[in-house]
């Protein structure tokens, strides 16, 4: 049975940091490309950034680049994303995928960005 438990979003100022975790389980974890996607309210959910099976490649939206890193624990079945200079636009709930992405989602992480 697939899980992904993601955590370690909250409440932080504009310009502060904030690191995500996302652990998984139910597949095969370090053959699978994953993603970080968000989704603001009122609005559908973006991609926000990819990381390959190992580690060696990573992607992110224009809108996140330079302030946000993707990383990834194989040995953890755990994908992480740290968000740095998060701005109100960055307001969201962020949620791990596979990608492409699965029919099956976690329970999200609240990030709030606001003073």
């Known amino acids: 049975q697939v899980q992904l438990v993601e955590s370690g979003g909250g409440l932080v100022q504009p310009g502060g940091s904030l690191r995500l975790s996302c652990a998984t389980s139910?597949?095969?974890?370090?053959?699978?490309?994953m993603s970080w996607f968000r989704q603001a309210p009122g609005k559908g959910r973006e991609l926000v950034a990819l990381i390959s099976y190992s580690g060696g490649r990573t992607n992110y939206s224009g809108s996140v680049k330079g302030r946000f890193g993707i990383s990834r624990d194989n040995a953890k079945n755990t994908v992480y994303l740290q968000m740095n200079s998060l701005k109100p636009e960055d307001t969201a709930v962020y949620y791990c995928n596979t990608f492409p992405s699965m029919d099956y989602w976690g329970q999200g992480t609240q990030v709030t960005v606001s003073s």
């Open positions: 139910g597949f095969t974890f370090s053959a699978k490309t």
